[in-house]
């Protein structure tokens, strides 16, 4: 996997698929590069609260990712999370079962939108 790191990364995602859930926003762009790595990037905005609230939820958000992504991810795609206000409340597990469910949402979509 790896990280997203640009401005213009995370700009394209944003062209992509989104996926809300209670506690994030999935965006998956695939790429169409021929590298089939997964990208992956993080964004809390300060509406989520202040930077100890930030920054927790990105740690959680990179927890679920590296155990959900290598498996269910979509290769050669772009995914990008989003925190949303409140998902520091959300049991870790149900946060885990909304990721997975994004996942395979997107997969289906994917496959149904490919020629």
Do not use: W
């Not at 049991?91 to 289906?108: N, P, Y």
């Amino acid at each position: 996997m790896r990280t997203l790191s640009k401005r213009s990364e995370f700009l394209a995602a944003n062209r992509g698929l989104r996926f809300p859930m209670p506690g994030f926003v999935l965006l998956v762009r695939p790429r169409g590069d021929g590298d089939d790595a997964r990208g992956i990037g993080y964004t809390v905005s300060k509406k989520v609260g202040n930077a100890v609230t930030r920054n927790r939820m990105k740690r959680r958000l990179r927890a679920l990712c590296r155990a959900a992504l290598p498996e269910s991810g979509i290769a050669g795609a772009d995914h990008v999370l989003i925190g949303r206000p409140g998902g520091n409340d959300i049991v870790f597990a149900e946060l885990g079962e909304q990721l997975d469910s994004a996942l395979a949402r997107a997969a289906k979509k994917l496959a149904t939108k490919a020629p």
